[in-house]
């Protein structure tokens, strides 16, 4: 903890996303039910991070050819997005344990995923590598994700935001099954040989590489629930409105 309190892109970050935060809770949602405008809040930063931590995941991977092993030692600008993924989940965190205390899943996923970010960061300070690539797979559908979420908040009060829940949802849940349910399991299978496999060892604790494959697959299967949730909801959404048609 004492590296994190020192390191100072973390906390230019973290300074920034709690603006982002109450920018879009004081300005941008001020209009919104009350009911609605924490979580379109909690949106309004992850719009700010998904998008452009895929692509800096991407970069940090791309340049660092030589460096494509799960056992790497992380790169200074894969420290820098790791600091910066930690700095967002830290805002969600708080935002969900202050205003949502009961959304046990969403906090355990936040808790679960900063103690992988943190210990890859600031305790092994190996195996960067590997979360990137799984960061780049989770956060490559954000942007979909939460103008889905923002219009699925509003399309009882909003025919636009109907229009573009009612448009966007095929391919929404059709990309994130994609990713979700074939790349990022295809990737963690790799991940895990390679860590239960032994090799890493020399770099990082076993009970890190462990906890790493057992954070990570629980998060892999909690996302194909969600979306095969989500799926069901829709087709049950789109048989009411054809038997209201009929009707």
């Not at 924490?38 to 030589?66: D, Q, R, V, W, Y």
């Not at 190996?126 to 690539?133: D, N, P, S």
């Not at 849940?173 to 399991?185: A, C, E, I, Q």
Request: charged share 10%.
């Amino acid at each position: 903890m004492e590296v994190l309190l020192q390191s100072q892109f973390y906390w230019s970050f973290l300074a920034a996303f709690c603006l982002i935060y109450a920018l879009g809770y004081l300005v941008v949602f001020r209009n919104w039910n009350p009911k609605h405008r924490p979580e379109a809040s909690s949106c309004f930063i992850s719009l700010f991070h998904g998008t452009p931590a895929a692509i800096m995941a991407a970069l940090a991977i791309k340049s660092s050819p030589n460096l494509l092993e799960f056992g790497a030692p992380n790169t200074q600008f894969q420290s820098i997005v790791l600091d910066y993924s930690i700095a967002y989940f830290t805002v969600d965190l708080l935002h969900y344990l202050l205003l949502y205390p009961g959304d046990y899943l969403f906090i355990g996923h936040h808790l679960a995923t900063l103690f992988v970010f943190i210990t890859c960061r600031y305790l092994v300070f190996h195996g960067a590598f590997a979360i990137l690539v799984l960061l780049f797979l989770a956060e490559i559908t954000s942007f979909c994700q939460n103008v889905w979420t923002l219009a699925q908040m509003q399309k009882n009060e909003s025919a636009i935001a109907a229009k573009v829940y009612e448009l966007l949802s095929p391919p929404f849940l059709s990309l994130y099954t994609v990713v979700r349910g074939f790349l990022g399991p295809l990737f963690f299978y790799k991940m895990s040989l390679f860590y239960l496999s032994g090799k890493a060892r020399e770099v990082m604790p076993l009970w890190v590489s462990l906890s790493w494959i057992f954070v990570v697959g629980a998060a892999i299967s909690v996302s194909i629930l969600w979306v095969l949730n989500n799926w069901l909801e829709l087709f049950r959404e789109r048989s009411a409105e054809e038997q209201k048609k009929s009707s």
